[in-house]
T-cell receptor, first 114, second 109 residues
């Protein structure tokens, strides 16, 4: 248990569905991240939030929409996804800029788009 | 892109030390070296990190060369449960961890 909780753990959705992934941490961290890990590939950094503001968006398609309502919660809203978006989506948190802390990862959401 | 290079795979006999190398020749002065591992598509697990001194904790030891251009993660007595993909990452004050392909360590009975 890392202190970072992701829900749901598994999700199957159709290409016309809208769903959301949730990440929650109560570690007092102020930076949160979304990563995507496709089969047999390294983790790809998608979004970075620091103090609830998005500071990085690594050319992620607009069908992925992040939301960070407060420093403890991070969402990834999904709509009109493609089968190639099927992957493990991982959330992480760190202390934030200027703080030398390791990143704590959730267990991920295994997403399958059909 | 990741700032580190690691061998794609390694084998280690159970009970022996596993030594995993990492090259980070472009590391800057304020960047730390972090090691994580990922077991069977679970979330990555933090192992250890350091700046320039060698570090040891209950999981592993980290040896960083004096010029900081490379490092070695040492698992002193590898077990079957240490079979995983090990990632070496350089990061500025714990920001924006960028993962490479890592080293797939197989611990053999």
């Amino acid at each position: 248990e890392t202190g970072v909780t992701q829900t749901p753990r598994h999700l199957v959705m159709g290409m016309t569905n809208k769903k959301s992934l949730k990440c929650e941490q109560h570690l007092g961290h102020n930076a949160m991240y979304w990563y995507k890990q496709s089969a047999k590939k390294p983790l790809e950094l998608m979004f970075v939030y620091s103090l609830e503001e998005r500071v990085e968006n690594n050319s992620v398609p607009s069908r992925f929409s992040p939301e960070c309502p407060n420093s403890s919660h991070l969402f990834l809203h999904l709509h009109t996804l493609q089968p190639e978006d099927s992957a493990l989506y991982l959330c992480a948190s760190t202390g934030g800029a200027g703080m030398n802390t390791e990143a704590f990862f959730g267990q991920g959401t295994r997403l399958t788009v059909v | 892109d990741a700032k580190t290079t690691q061998p794609p795979s390694m084998d280690c006999a159970e009970g022996r030390a596993a030594n995993l190398p990492c090259n980070h020749s472009t590391i800057s002065g304020n960047e730390y070296v972090y090691w994580y591992r990922q077991i069977h598509s679970q979330g990555p697990q933090y192992i250890i990190h350091g700046l320039k001194n060698n570090e040891t904790n209950e999981m592993a030891s980290l040896i960083i060369t004096e010029d900081r251009k490379s490092s070695t993660l040492i698992l002193p007595h590898a077990t079957l449960r240490d079979t995983a993909v090990y990632y070496c990452i350089v990061s500025n004050y714990g920001q924006n961890f960028v993962f490479g392909p890592g080293t797939r360590l197989s611990v053999l009975p």
